[in-house]
């Protein structure tokens, strides 16, 4: 819904009534992930895209039929031999949608869920897909310190409640299930969990002209970067027009204070590029400590061996040195910094969707990875 929250919100406030088609599960080689959404204006206009034009059209009628008659529908499409190119998703993989009426009475909250997004304060929106009628379209919202709205039953809430927050807070999207009444072991309710935490961080280390091609590169990827080195002379604004923020001050101090003020999480890329022990590994110290997603060090093989030395000397477990990736990057043959920056983007891909880093080309079986791999109810889970 991120992508199409300006539309939407601006229907909205005027209560026109919008068709809006989300992408609640996946199967195989789907072309998008969960949470993807596309809406139908009142005056017939389409935004976004559900599958990348595979199924568009057949989803455009669906959205118009739910706009008209206010009941939400679960709908599956996949491939099959009769309607591939017809209405089937010709990539081969399998997605399902919850088709649903928003306008001020059905989605009162959609304001402050938007207020929260613009503000990047972490909030949830959950929906019932499947289930009793009366509670198919329900829905709850979900922020670190409250709720509003309701799934039908205070226990179902109070159940949804826990276990979305600990989505949230690794931003993960996907469905949940549960019993009437709330109880976990339950079938007789489908959730989706739409987490809209702010960006994951991409924190660079070393001000140099590699570090100003990654930052470019993390930006395009949509992380909220920021540059940190100790020397005031080469890290300013107009070296690193692509960061989100340029610190002055040294590594490892400001690396700790962000992580003592909650700013580091699981999502988190830490790349290291000083190439320099006085820097690099004093604040290596602090991130491979962390639960982050990703850490990297540049440097030559020689570098490497000896900063893993005096990692060690420096007392650092070799359960916490396994997670370094030191020479940073994927072996692409890069050589300018543009060029690095891209064989370091691709090791963070690689490293958050278990990719291997091969051509594809010279592999067979299904395209995308999954970032979380757990069945619920048949459905996976997909953050």
Same mark, same amino acid.
């Given at each position: ?9 601006? =229907? =909205? ?13 996946? =199967?195989?080689? &789907? ?16 935004? !976004? &895209?559900? &599958? ?79 289930? %009793? ?7 709850? #919202? ?7 709205? &309701? ?16 989505? $949230? ?21 489908? $959730? ?10 991409? #924190? ?31 890290? /300013? ?12 001050? =040294? ?9 003592? !003020? ?5 999502? /988190? ?33 020689? /570098? ?6 005096? $990692? ?11 997670? $370094? ?11 300018? %910094? ?38 619920? !109810? ?6």
């Amino acid at each position: 819904m991120r992508d199409v929250l300006d539309e939407l919100l601006s =229907w =909205w406030k005027t209560d026109q009534p919008v068709g809006m088609a989300t992408v609640v599960a996946t =199967w195989r080689s &789907s072309p998008r992930p969960s949470g993807a959404t596309m809406l139908v204006g009142p005056d017939g206009t389409a935004v !976004g &895209s559900v &599958s990348g034009g595979c199924v568009e059209g057949a989803v455009y009628e669906l959205c118009q039929d739910v706009k008209d008659t206010g009941e939400p529908v679960l709908q599956r499409y996949g491939i099959s031999d009769d309607d591939a190119f017809t209405i089937g998703l010709t990539c081969g993989g399998i997605i399902d949608l919850f088709v649903e009426k928003v306008d001020r009475t059905t989605f009162p909250e959609l304001g402050d869920v938007a207020a929260s997004i613009s503000a990047a304060e972490p909030v949830a929106v959950v929906t019932c897909v499947d289930g %009793p009628a009366d509670r198919r379209g329900r829905r709850l #919202i979900v922020w670190p310190d409250r709720r509003a709205g &309701s799934l039908g039953h205070d226990r179902l809430d109070d159940a949804a409640t826990d276990d979305v927050r600990g989505l $949230l807070a690794g931003g993960r999207t996907g469905p949940l299930r549960y019993g009437h009444d709330g109880e976990r072991r339950g079938d007789d309710l489908l $959730l989706f969990v739409s987490a809209y935490a702010p960006r994951p961080r991409l #924190i660079v280390f070393g001000a140099i002209d590699f570090a100003a091609a990654v930052a470019k590169a993390g930006a395009f990827l949509g992380y909220h970067v920021t540059v940190c080195d100790a020397r005031p002379v080469f890290a /300013t604004r107009k070296r690193f027009p692509d960061a989100d923020e340029v610190i002055v001050d =040294w590594p490892h101090r400001y690396l700790a204070r962000e992580v003592a !003020g909650q700013r580091v999480d699981e999502r /988190t890329a830490i790349c290291v590029l000083t190439h320099d022990p006085k820097f690099d590994v004093p604040v290596l110290e602090v991130a491979l400590a962390q639960p982050v997603a990703f850490v990297g060090a540049m440097g030559s093989r020689r /570098t490497h061996d000896d900063r893993m030395a005096r $990692l060690r000397a420096a007392g650092v477990p070799e359960e916490q040195l396994v997670r $370094l990736a030191s020479p940073i990057g994927l072996d692409l043959g890069a050589r300018t %910094p543009e060029e690095t920056a891209i064989s370091i983007a691709a090791e963070i891909i690689s490293t958050r969707w278990g990719g291997k880093g091969a051509r594809l080309s010279d592999l067979d079986g299904r395209i995308h990875h999954d970032l979380v791999s757990d069945d619920v !109810g048949g459905l996976t889970v997909n953050s």
